[in-house]
């Protein structure tokens, strides 16, 4: 490891290190989404199979905070491509 | 005689609903963003906004689709479509966007400010009206701006 260190000059260095962050920043911006989609379309299954008549409510409601939820990643991605590529 | 026990959703799908209403309701505005996009980066700016544009549209319309179709099998799969469909499509979009990356045309600036702007726009308008026509009939907003017949002399 030190050798591998020793070996690397500061640019490759500076690389590396941009390519784990921005690895990082798109990860964990896909972990919490990924958390909030899981536990919010499972309490609308719950709510849709206690009261499937509210299903309709339920299912937009539903829809719509899957979407807003799906934007963190969203934006994560975009900080994501703009870290590494821009 | 009602079910005890709903496994499945059948009926129309207010989800292709609304995103069908967000997809009516982006068109018109597209113009204007192209427009900002070119004049701020020029014609690839404007190319790759209409680009971006056009993946948040998909992307609203593919995940209709999916909840849509999982919900009239199960809601087992409804959960399964949910969270399997965030994770295909956070990856469609990431594929969609590495592989123009660098082509001569794309901006990634304006491609990635288009792409969160147009995602969140869209959902704060089409949330307002999901607001109003879920609201109890006493809140709605009402068209009449006039006075109410018992203020009228």
């Known amino acids: 490891m030190e050798l591998l260190a020793q070996a690397a000059s500061g640019a490759d260095q500076i690389a590396f290190g941009e390519a784990i962050s921005a690895g990082f920043a798109y990860g964990l911006a896909a972990i919490g989404p990924g958390i909030g989609i899981g536990y919010l379309v499972g309490q609308s299954v719950q709510a849709m199979a206690r009261q499937p008549e509210a299903a309709g409510m339920v299912r937009t409601t539903m829809f719509l905070g899957i979407a807003f939820t799906e934007a963190l990643a969203l934006i994560g991605f975009v900080v994501f491509i703009l870290l590494k590529f821009a | ?153």
């Open chain 2, 1 to 153: 005689m009602s079910d005890t026990f709903v496994t499945r959703l059948d009926g129309p799908s207010p989800e292709q609903e609304i995103a069908g209403d967000m997809v009516r309701r982006a068109l018109p505005v597209i113009p204007l963003v192209l427009a900002i996009s070119f004049a701020v980066w020029g014609v690839n700016g404007a190319l790759s906004s209409g680009y971006a544009i056009a993946l948040v549209l998909v992307n609203f319309l593919f995940a209709a689709a999916l909840l849509a179709w999982s919900a009239r099998i199960s809601l087992a799969l409804l959960m399964g479509a949910a969270l399997g469909g965030f994770l295909v499509r956070l990856a469609l979009i990431s594929v969609a966007i590495l592989v123009v990356k660098d082509a001569a045309w794309v901006e990634l600036v304006p491609l990635g400010i288009t792409l969160i702007i147009t995602h969140l726009g869209l959902l704060i308008w089409e949330t307002r009206y999901v607001s109003a026509s879920l609201a109890f009939p006493g809140l709605k907003p009402t068209t009449s701006v006039g006075p109410s017949p018992e203020n009228k002399r």
